[in-house]
């Protein structure tokens, strides 16, 4: 099975399904798409704006049930969501093991609720598929900017407090304790990594690293990672970790 191939069908199903609704206001795709870097890989993400969400997920769904049929799905709850903002996982059948839809949809219409995805260094460009009222013209024009601002005494404070914890839990030969406190120091580290780099993405910890990072920083944090293998590398690994975040 071609799963490029196999992806834009589905586009194209969903496209056509919900374009025709009059609930239906402005659609993107996302992602992989948006940041160009798009592979056999990669799943669907697709973005409608609606103010009746009920009736965009049925659509959803009954289309992909009727030409692939729906395995599982997953509402997406909790506190990470955005304000407005609802979202299903779609796994198919008949399709890869690692393929899936992303759905979302922004209860809005105000542009300014939908100006952060028109910052292309922390989103990409988006795929507009339609924009019946403008409105995602309308946000690109009121597109928001992170303010990513530098670490300082506060955080070094936090840095300390975490790897004196890694330390103690490491000396005392506890594998797991010493882990935990390991990949904190670990997403601390890439922050400060990423403030230097991909400052408009300074909150994406680990995800996109590949991207938004010199060749030689991703390469690095590998390594910081694959020195959990033992306590010991941690702690040499935390000590340099520590020395460069501290300075």
Not at 75 to 96: D, E, N
Not at 185 to 210: A, E, N
Not at 215 to 238: F, G, P, T, W
């Amino acid at each position: 099975m071609s799963t490029s191939f196999q992806r834009e069908q589905l586009v194209e199903k969903l496209k056509t399904a919900l374009n025709s609704l009059v609930e239906a206001d402005a659609a993107w795709l996302g992602g992989s798409r948006a940041t160009g870097s798009e592979d056999v890989y990669s799943d669907t993400d697709m973005v409608v704006v609606s103010l009746h969400p009920e009736r965009i997920f049925q659509a959803v769904e009954d289309t992909l049930q009727s030409h692939y049929g729906l395995e599982r799905i997953w509402p997406v709850t909790g506190p990470a969501m955005w304000k407005g903002f609802v979202q299903k996982f779609y796994i198919l059948s008949g399709t890869p093991d690692f393929y899936y839809v992303d759905f979302g949809i922004f209860v809005t219409d105000q542009a300014q609720d939908l100006a952060e995805f028109f910052n292309q260094d922390r989103h990409g460009k988006a795929d507009i598929l339609w924009d019946k009222s403008g409105i995602l013209q309308r946000a690109s024009a009121l597109t928001t900017f992170e303010k990513a601002t530098p670490l300082g005494p506060l955080q070094q404070a936090h840095f300390e407090v975490l790897y004196r914890t890694f330390l103690k839990e490491s000396l005392r030969g506890k594998y797991i304790d010493t882990y935990l406190f390991y990949q904190r120091l670990v997403g601390m580290f890439v922050q400060l990594l990423r403030l230097r780099h991909s400052p408009q993405k300074h909150d994406f910890g680990l995800r996109y690293l590949y991207k938004d990072l010199p060749l030689s920083d991703s390469q690095r944090i590998e390594a910081i990672l694959k020195a959990s293998a033992d306590i010991s590398s941690m702690q040499k690994c935390a000590a340099e970790m520590r020395k460069e975040y501290l300075r």
